[in-house]
C-alpha cells in the first residue's frame, strides 16, 4: 500500500507492506536511526517518537496508522547546530551515558514540557514511567525535564 | 507478524461493510493491546479495520445527565478531557504517557483484559455502551475473561457515563506495566450505590454487600468487616489472592475517602 506523511516537516510517501512498523519505517526506509527498539514490546521507550504532537512509542504502531499524520523524531529536534533547549538540559546534566535511551528520553520530556500540568518531581517521574534507562539512575534525567520545564515557562 | 490487509473506511457504515468481507478481519484502534498479540502470532486476522479516525467515534461531550465519551478517545484525552474527576484520574493512571496517547476506551472495553481499568469506571459507574446496532448495559457486557457480549463485527461507538453524585477510583498498580493488580472503583448515581472490582477476577465484577453497606452510611467505616472470599480469585507472580482479597478491602475504603463529583 502507498502512504504519505510528514517525517520531520518534511512530506515523505512510501509504498510498504501493512504490517511494517512506525519504527522500521524510519529506520530502514528513511535512514532515522536516532528512534531505537529495545524491547520490541512496548515496554522500554526507547523508539518514541511524537505522532500529531504527542509521544508514542513507534514499535507498537504501524507505519500505516501515521499515514497522513505529521511524525517528529530525534533527528528533527534541534535547530542545525543548536540544540533545543531540553537537549541542552540533558547534556548539562549529563543525564546520558551510553546514550541508548536517550532518544527517547528527549522525546517524552518534550511532550513533558508541553503538556505537564504540575511539573512537580512526581509527576516527572510518573510521566517518564514508559521510559527505562540502564545507566543512569534516573535522577539526572528528571533534573533535566524539569530544566526543560522552567526553561519553556521563563519564555525560553 | 503474519501479512494482512488493511484499510481505514471514511465511516462507521463502511468500517462495518468492510468487516462483512471475505475473511477473518479485525478492528484497529490504538493498536496497544492488537499490535502486541500480532507481533506474537497470537492472533491473524487476514485484514485491519483501522477505525481510530471514525468520526462517529470521536469526541467528549454532555447530553443531559450523561458524559458521553466517542470509543476512539484515546485515555490522554479522557485524562484530560472528562468532567468526572474519578474517570479522568482512571484514565490518567493506565500504563504509561505513550500508551495512554495511542489506547482508546473502546479498545480497552472491547478487549476486556482482566486487568482493564476502563471496565472499572464503566461497571461502576453504570454506563451503557453504545454500538453500531444497540445498546448494551455496562452489567451485561463483559461476560469473562477477555470476553464480552459484542458479536462479531460489532463496533463499539460510544460510551455514555451517568453523572455521578460522587465516584472515586483505588488501585495497587503493577509497578512494570501499570494495570492494576487490584482496582476499585465505586459511584453513587441516580441508579443507585454501584461498587466494582477489576485486576482480582476473570474480569470486573460488583460487590452487592459492598454497595448495600454504603447505601445505608457513605463512609470508610461502613465497610469494615466486609470480606471477600479468595476462592475465585486470580493468582499469579504479582499476588496471591489472599492478598487480592485483603487489597478490595483497602481500596474499596480508599476510593470511599478519595470520593469526589464533577472536577
Ligand atoms: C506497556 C503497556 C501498558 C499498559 N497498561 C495498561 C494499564 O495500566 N491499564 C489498562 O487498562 N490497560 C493498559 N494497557 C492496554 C491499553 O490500555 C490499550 O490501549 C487497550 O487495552 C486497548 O486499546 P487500543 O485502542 O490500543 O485497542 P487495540 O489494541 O487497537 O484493539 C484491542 C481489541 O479491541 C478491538 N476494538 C478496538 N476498538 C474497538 C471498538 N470501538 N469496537 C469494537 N472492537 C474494538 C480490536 O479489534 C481488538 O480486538 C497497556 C498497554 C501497554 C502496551
Ligand atoms: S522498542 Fe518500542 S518500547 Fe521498546
Ligand atoms: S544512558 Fe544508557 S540506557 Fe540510559
Redesign the pocket.
Known sequence: MRISLKVNGKPVEAEIEPRLLLVTLLREHLGLTGSHVGCD???CGACTVHLDGRAV?SC?ILAAQADGRSVLTIEGVADGETLHPVQQAFRDRHALQCGFCTPGMVMTALDLVEHLERPDEASIRDGLS?NLCRCTGYRPIIDAVADGIRARQGGG | MFPFDYVRPTGLAEAVAAYGQDGDP????????????LKLRL?SPSA??D??RLPE?RGIRRDGDMLVVG??S??AEMAEGVEIAALAELAG????L???N??????????N?P?????AGVLGLGAEIR?DRRVIPADAFFVGMFETA?EPG????EIAYPLPRRAGYAKV??PA????VVGVFVAETYIGMRVAV?GAGACVFRLPEFEDALSHEFSPAALAGLMVPADDLNRDLHATAEYRAHLIGVLARRAVEGCGGRS
Open positions: 514490546t512496548g515496554q512509542k507498537l514508559g | 479485525r478492528y484497529l484502534a490504538g493498536g496497544q493491546s492488537l499490535l502486541g498479540a492472533a485491519l479495520i477505525i481510530a467515534l470509543a476512539a484515546t485515555h493512571s493506565i500504563g504509561d505513550q500508551v495512554r495511542m489506547g482508546t476506551l473502546g479498545g480497552s472495553l472491547a478487549n483484559d486487568a482493564g481499568d476502563h471496565a454500538t459484542l460489532e463496533v463499539i461507538v498498580r503493577n506495566s501499570g494495570y492494576p477489576t
